[in-house]
Every structure is written in structure tokens, then in C-alpha cells.
């Protein structure tokens, strides 16, 4: 019986000593996580920072290790996804009873106003019958129609399929701002009339009947990606025009400035040559990042129009050229049949 009882304390002992190695494992493998993040972070790395700070809290979840994860997506402009680690810290405070809870609940309130919104709403009498949402990627909720999400800044896709037919619309949504995206579903309406309404029929060799009076053409479901597309792609060329009379400007009043008042010297420049240099270089930076911003505009742009989904048309190819206005301002918008 003795020997029964001292084998029975060697086992539990050894599930013990097994058990807190692997706890003292997992710790120091969380810890090393923790640690690479913040030097990622230091960094500006933010994609692998905030992963390495995520699968830190994966290993050993808690308020702090969280509250990191919140910090770093709020840093890369992710507002949307650091509001969520924070909500998430601050319940985790709260069940903990922690005296951190009203602190990070301030960090909250002062984070989500400058959240972006996005709605994405189905037409009045919409038919959702069989209705596939996403949004960028992931499913969305029917239930979700009509109530504004929080997203990230950033241009955000909307994929709807119907019988098999997916149609996609991009928009864009900056920081603190607010969008809502309206889904080109059919109508109840729309069904009845469909099915109210017998299949043509067409015989070998005859062309197909023309649309009778007020009877709908098949809607294009690319046709609004392609037009958001080239207004993208119009806005981007339109600033990288002004960003190349900004640099002429500054590069012209930097050299008026080192001729006059700098000896042509970049080290022997006056108050007056400093100042004027000093302004002529920080607007030549900020134009070449204006130039790299429309440049991407103008690529992302014509990617998004030319891959846009094309409905069934005629051969006649038109073009046009007409003046799109909105709250932001206006521009031009170039689009038709390609």
C-alpha cells in the first residue's frame, strides 16, 4: 500500500512539473513575442509589429498585451480594428474588477469619433432570396442592412452575388467621414413582373426582339465600379498635375534663394535664404508624396475600372467625358464602352 501511495505522488508530481514547464514555456515564448513587437513597432513595421503583439496575447491573453495591440493598429491608421482590442481590454478590465477600466473606456470614447463609418443598404422592397454579401472578403450579415459599421480608412469593396452573378462596388471612406453603399439587388416588384411574364422564344435564324416600351435593359453590374474607378484614376492625375506645378514652384524659388541671399551656397545662407530654402524643400516633399498618392490613385484607378465585371451590349462603342460633382468638390469623369 505504501509503495501504491509514493507512486501515485511521483505521477501527480511529474503532471505538476509537466504542467509548469509548459506554462512557464508558453509565458516566456508570449514574452519574446511581446518584446520583438515592440522593436517592430519602434520601427514603423507596423503589419509585422501588430501580428507579433497579437499572437503574444493569443499565448498569454490580458489587459496589457492587449491595450499593445490596440496601440499598434491605432499607429498604422487601422481605427476600426484598434477600437475593437480596446472595447475588448476594457471588458476584460471591467470582469477583472482592474482600476485600468476607466482609463482605457476614456481611450475608447476618444478613439471612436474618428472611426469611419460605412453603411451598406438594400433598395426599399428589396428580394434578398438567396442574397450573398461581402464585405471585403468576409461575409456580412444580412441583419447588418441599414446599420453603420465601423471600418478602417481606406477604400473598402462590396461583393454582392446573386444566381451565381457577383457584382462589386469599391468606396472609399476616410478618417472620421462617413459612406453608405446602396446593393443592386432585384425587387419584390422586379420578381413578380418576372414571373408574371412568359419565356420569349426564338427561332434558328431570326435576331432577337428589341425591348418594348418602358421594359428595363439588363443593368451593367460593373458599371459603377468602373466609373468609381476612373473617377479615381481622373482624381490621382489631376493632383499629380498640381503636385508637378508645386515642385517647378519650390525648386524655382530655391534657386532664387541660394542665388540671393545664399552666396550659392547652401551653408552660407542669411535668415531670409534659410526661411525661403527651408519652405521651397518641405513643399517639394510634400509634392512628391502628393505625386506617389495620385500615382497609385491612377493605378488602383484603372485596375478596379478594366476588372470590372461587363454586361451583355450592343457593338457600338461610346465614349464620353462629363463633369461628376459631389460634397468633396468636383471632377471629371471619362468612361463608355471599351
Known amino acids: 500500500m505504501r509503495l501504491a501511495i509514493t507512486a501515485v505522488l511521483v505521477v501527480g508530481l511529474g503532471h505538476g512539473l509537466i504542467g509548469t514547464a509548459y506554462a512557464d514555456s508558453t ?5 519574446q513575442l511581446f518584446r520583438r513587437g515592440k522593436r517592430l513597432l519602434a520601427q514603423k513595421n507596423y503589419p509585422e509589429a501588430c501580428r507579433a503583439f497579437e499572437q503574444s496575447d493569443k ?10 495591440v490596440a496601440k499598434c493598429y491605432q499607429e498604422w491608421g487601422k481605427l476600426a480594428t484598434a477600437w475593437r482590442w480596446y472595447l475588448d481590454a476594457e471588458n476584460m478590465a471591467t470582469g477583472a474588477r482592474d482600476d485600468r477600466a476607466k482609463k482605457i473606456h476614456a481611450l475608447v470614447e476618444e478613439l471612436d469619433p474618428t472611426v469611419p463609418r460605412l453603411t451598406v443598404k438594400a433598395p426599399p422592397g428589396a428580394n434578398l432570396d438567396g442574397v450573398l454579401v461581402k464585405l471585403d472578403g468576409a461575409a456580412f450579415e444580412i441583419t447588418g442592412l441599414g446599420i453603420a459599421q465601423r471600418v ?30 446602396v446593393l443592386e439587388v432585384p425587387t419584390v416588384a422586379d420578381k413578380r413582373a418576372t414571373g408574371a411574364r412568359p419565356p420569349a422564344t426564338r427561332t434558328a435564324g431570326t435576331a432577337p426582339a428589341a425591348p418594348a416600351a418602358g421594359e428595363q435593359t439588363p443593368r451593367d453590374p460593373g458599371r459603377t465600379r468602373r466609373l468609381v474607378g476612373l473617377g479615381v484614376a481622373g482624381a490621382g492625375a489631376i493632383a499629380m498635375g498640381i503636385a508637378g506645378l508645386v515642385t517647378l514652384s519650390a525648386r524655382s524659388d530655391y534657386r532664387a534663394a541660394l542665388a540671393k541671399d545664399c552666396q550659392g551656397a547652401t551653408d552660407l545662407c542669411n535668415a531670409d535664404g534659410l526661411a525661403v530654402t527651408h519652405s521651397a524643400l518641405h513643399r517639394a516633399n510634400v509634392a512628391t508624396v502628393v505625386t506617389l498618392t495620385g500615382l497609385v490613385a491612377v493605378a488602383g484607378g ?24 459631389g460634397a468633396d468638390g468636383g471632377t471629371l469623369v471619362f468612361g463608355g464602352a471599351f
Open 302 to 325: 484603372l485596375i478596379a475600372g478594366l476588372t470590372a465585371p461587363k454586361a451583355p451590349r450592343a457593338s457600338e462603342h461610346a465614349l464620353y467625358l462629363a463633369p461628376s460633382v
Open 152 to 181: 478602417d480608412p481606406g477604400p473598402h469593396e462590396v461583393e454582392t452575388t446573386i444566381a451565381g452573378v457577383r457584382q462589386n462596388k469599391v468606396v472609399p471612406v476616410e478618417r472620421g467621414g462617413a459612406a453608405e453603399i
Open 27 to 31: 509565458a516566456a515564448r508570449a514574452d
Open 59 to 68: 499565448l498569454d491573453p490580458g489587459i496589457g498585451a492587449k491595450l499593445n
